[in-house]
């Protein structure tokens, strides 16, 4: 990317690749400020306001509408038809599970939840018998200041 990318034209380009990734973090964080009071004075239009509050009683007439329907039954009426999604989930009873299938099969598919296990023994009890993954979940440059300068 071009240093001109983001707002840096004419400054000079330094070699120090944590220096220039510090220093677009602090250029973009200028950038979401500035987007940010821009988005609010957007947001506080007069015009802006009534067109949100025209949408939100459309979508409340929409939610009563539906909700009338559903309880009196109504699933079709000439061309339009109530649609309603749903998605089923499947839980496994583990009591069930272990009785049809044994422990031996139950241990080598069993998953056991870190907050249920602290809550039946406490936490740290176990720790022993955790095994440990860790994952990156994003990199930053942080500024440190050199020894003896105050």
């Known amino acids: 990317m071009d240093p001109a990318e ?7 380009s330094s070699d120090n690749l944590l220096e220039r990734a510090f220093m677009a973090r602090i250029r973009a964080d200028e950038h ?4 940010a009071t821009l988005q609010k004075e ?7 306001l009534d067109l949100k509050r025209r949408i939100e009683r ?3 007439e929409r ?3 539906i909700a009338k329907a559903r309880a009196e039954g109504i699933s079709k009426q000439g061309s339009f ?31 056991v939840a870190i907050g249920k296990a602290e809550a039946a023994v406490g936490k740290g009890t176990f720790d ?23």
């Open 32 to 35: 979401r400020a500035e987007l």
């Open 58 to 60: 459309c979508e409340e």
């Open 63 to 65: 939610r009563q509408a």
């Open 128 to 150: 022993d018998c955790c095994e440990v993954e860790v994952k990156e979940l994003g990199v930053t440059v942080e500024y440190e200041r050199p020894e003896g300068s105050e």
């Open 42 to 48: 957007f947001d506080e239009r007069p015009d802006v």
């Open 81 to 111: 038809l109530l649609k309603i999604r749903t998605r089923k989930t499947r839980t496994v009873i583990p009591e069930r599970f272990f009785a049809r299938f044994g422990a031996e099969t139950f241990v080598a598919c069993s998953t």
């Open 6 to 12: 983001c707002g840096r034209a004419g400054l000079p």
